[in-house]
């Protein structure tokens, strides 16, 4: 799909669809609470301090936190598009935004809403499993002894343990929903309760299968992300060669010069950086692209295995051969043609 033959802009394509489809993945939400004080303890001056910047800075930090959720909903809406995007460019080997776009709405319609619903279910739980003993501890005053480390160390052990298992349950949940709940709400129009009946149905049968894939797709993560790196590493050795030399030009000449050679001098700079930006980020999309249509295909294929509709849409039956109708025999002499 990408190298038989090599297409430069279909391998963009692929690399800005795989990139959008990934780009809703991130965000956070900060929560603070007003801290009580507590006249001569040690962490009064702190406290004071922490409820001052508080009150001084509120509507900037709730200006802050409004633009955050917005900008989380406008990429996860764009991820949950481009997804679908991804499976039909993977599904029909063609990268074409708007069939996806235009066929899909409805299901990534649906999809986005599965994903705010689990971003926020996954905030809650992290705030019962951080942030409610952290408050507890605070409150008891477990902090403000001579010694707070052993009073630290029995609080962060259990909670590192604690979102340690979240993180690979969200994980799981994640990849599930990605790999298979997508192409089943896409092949069937399906829910995101019927799509996760359905995989049910389907693993359930091979529930060791399913296990080996996640493995195996931790495996192939760590071994693209090195790859990634290694790509980066080298193609930022090979800007930065000619980004420096030209860099050493530049500040000789403009070195000793008027004004004007001054802000020509800034502006070739701003114009090297502005260029190298750009080199970076199409290269981002070169790297991200086989890595976008290797996993999907993946996924793709192991689930249609096991699931007949996509597999049907993957390895299409064959048409059969053309076969001439056959031709009567002559009527033998003496008796009357067949009808």
């Known amino acids: 799909m990408l190298f038989r033959p090599f297409r430069f802009k279909t391998c963009l394509k692929l690399g800005f669809i795989a ?8 965000g956070q939400f900060n929560f603070s609470n007003a801290i009580p004080n507590r006249g001569g303890d040690a962490g009064s001056g702190i406290e004071q301090q922490v409820r001052a910047f508080l009150i001084e800075y509120l509507w900037l930090i709730i200006l802050l936190a409004v ?33 996806g ?9 649906r999809y986005f809403g599965f994903l705010v619903a689990f971003f926020i279910a996954c905030v809650l739980v992290l705030f019962l499993v951080v942030g409610v003993p952290i408050w507890r501890a605070i409150e008891s005053g477990a902090f403000h002894g001579g010694n707070p480390w052993p009073a630290i160390l029995r609080l962060i ?46 693993a359930t049968a091979e529930p060791w299968a399913f296990a080996g894939y996640l493995g195996m797709k931790l495996v192939l993560s760590i071994a693209a992300a090195f790859a990634a790196a290694i790509a980066f590493i080298l193609a930022i050795l090979v800007l930065a060669i000619p980004a420096v030399i030209a860099g050493v030009l530049i500040a000789g000449l403009v070195k000793g010069a008027g004004p004007v050679a001054l802000v020509v001098g800034i502006a070739a700079a701003v114009v090297g950086i502005i260029v190298a930006v750009a080199l ?33 849409l993957l390895w299409p039956p064959l048409p059969a051969p053309y076969m001439p109708s056959p031709t009567p025999p002559p009527p033998l002499p003496g008796t009357a043609p067949a009808v």
């Open 67 to 99: 633009v955050a959720v917005v900008l989380f909903l406008v990429f996860a809406y764009l991820s949950c598009r481009f997804r679908f995007i991804l499976f039909d460019s993977v599904l029909n080997r063609n990268p074409q935004i708007a069939r």
């Open 280 to 312: 970076f980020f199409i290269l981002s999309l070169l790297v991200a692209a086989p890595i976008g249509v290797f996993f999907t295909s993946y996924s793709l294929y192991f689930l249609g295995s096991r699931y007949p509709r996509l597999g049907e």
């Open 157 to 202: 052990l259990p909670m590192l343990l604690a979102v340690f298992i979240f993180v690979i349950v969200a994980a799981v949940v994640a990849t599930l929903a990605n790999d298979f709940v997508v192409p089943l709400m896409a092949v069937e129009d399906l829910t995101i309760g019927a799509g996760w009946a359905r995989l049910r149905e389907i």
């Open 101 to 109: 776009w235009h066929l899909y709405r409805n299901q990534a319609n």
């Open 19 to 26: 990139w959008l489809a990934g780009a809703g993945g991130g």
